[in-house]
């Protein structure tokens, strides 16, 4: 390939045949036409077939013929533009630009969507490289739960800092989750994920479902919501509720238990991590006994949380330490990472609470699941509109990886 080589872009639009590409490939190679690039895309049983080579208008006259003459059987058009040398420098330059990926989730997507998506990019100075579908017509279309997620590929050296907020004034217009990461190697390999459970893993606060049955609910919930907000110590609010469950009877945790409810998209989340080689994590500030249950009916590979001390078959009250707070559980994720001999850069933290920022910090990526807006703010990445399977999305996995 010579740098200073003519060259042309070669079209080739029609319905899908499975024959496009080598016809087209053939001919060219029988004409000694020299390949510098290809892509091909296919949409709605349509074809988009684009071809750089290099060859004058002049020389490439009789191939074009010939290429026509072979593809319209196949109901294909062609068309070639002569590609400067000033913006063939272009395109290679633009190579070495940090490429940045940004995932759109949403319970519907749409024209108006996509239009607010895309509008402030030229400020920016970035332009879209690639656009793809990653959620199914199938999952789009439920009439329960639907899912819809695409993923734009970028180019440019834009700040990250003014494309996130760019997209969070867009995300919050139209109700939707926006996540902007550069697209390096360690997005591409992750391989553990830790889990806050109460009211990530599972939909409920666990503490609050004992309180119930001990009489103090409204007592307990009340605390809990300070401690979610930030608005309170953790420790202080976590031994003021457990001093609240004092002579609740060992039966009343089995019967919580079996009712946890798993929060949407758990467990195909968990299945396909597992499905991929992912460890998995419960990081909580909940109680051991309760992720222990969660362990035996997911597979997690491991649990980190709080022993609730029992005597006599009934709650005593006191906590045992040391507490697994927000900085516990960052000191925890760091220790795991180092175990599997991991980056942290390779380690996915995901929770709802105050008390996981320092946990969602520490990691490579970091979520707010369905977060309190504190804790929304603060977080790099979030998920409010879709449920904890989103997560396959920002790591660039497509409905159809999990088809089968």
């Known amino acids: 390939m010579f740098v200073n080589a003519p060259r042309a872009v070669l079209t080739v639009r029609g319905p899908e045949h499975p024959a496009l590409l080598s016809t087209v490939c ?52 062609i068309s070639s533009a002569a590609l400067t040398t000033e913006a063939w420098d272009r395109w290679a330059q633009a190579l070495q630009e940090p490429r940045i990926i940004v995932t759109v989730l949403a319970r519907r997507l749409g024209a108006a969507e996509f239009a607010a998506l895309t509008a402030p990019l030229p400020a920016l100075g970035l332009r879209v490289e ?37 997209m969070l004034e867009v995300a919050q217009r139209f109700n939707l989750d926006v996540a902007v990461q550069r697209d390096d190697v360690y997005r591409r390999n992750r391989r553990l994920v830790a889990f806050d459970m109460d009211s990530t893993l599972i939909e409920t606060e666990v503490i609050d479902e004992l309180a119930r049955r001990a ?42 238990a079996k009712a946890l409810p798993l929060s949407e998209g758990a467990e195909r989340l968990v299945n396909a991590l597992h499905r991929l080689g992912y460890k998995t994590a419960i990081i909580s500030g909940g109680f051991q006994f309760f992720g222990e249950q969660l362990k035996a009916r997911l597979g997690i590979d491991y649990v980190f949380a709080n022993e609730l001390p029992m005597a006599d078959g009934v709650v005593t009250g006191t906590v ?85």
Do not use: W
Request: proline letters at 4%.
């Open 26 to 77: 053939a001919i060219l190679a029988e004409q000694g036409v020299a390949l510098d690039d290809v892509s091909q895309s296919v949409l709605q049983g349509q074809v988009l077939l684009t071809l750089v080579h290099e060859a004058t208008a002049e020389a490439f006259a009789p191939v074009q013929r010939a290429l026509e003459g072979a593809l319209e059987p196949l109901g294909a058009r």
């Open 130 to 166: 690639a656009l793809r579908r990653l959620s199914s017509p199938a999952a789009a279309q439920a009439t329960e739960q639907p899912r819809a997620c695409v993923e734009f590929a970028l180019r440019g050296g834009a700040d990250q800092a003014e494309l996130r907020a760019a």
């Open 215 to 256: 009489g103090v609910g409204d007592a307990v919930a009340a605390i809990t919501e300070q401690a979610m907000r930030g608005e309170l110590d953790f420790q202080e609010s976590f031994r003021a509720r457990v001093a609240l469950l004092k002579g609740l009877p060992e039966a009343a945790l089995d019967e919580v």
């Open 320 to 404: 045992a330490r040391p507490i697994v707070d927000g900085a516990r559980k960052a000191e925890l994720l760091q220790a795991l990472a180092a175990q599997e001999g991991l980056a942290l850069e390779q380690v996915i933290a995901i929770g709802d609470g105050a008390n996981d920022l320092p946990m969602l910090a520490a990691a490579g990526l970091g979520i707010a699941y369905r977060a309190k807006p504190l804790v929304r703010a603060r977080a790099s990445h979030a998920i409010s509109t879709l449920g904890l399977d989103g997560l396959l999305y920002l790591l660039g996995f497509s409905d159809d990886d999990f088809a089968a």
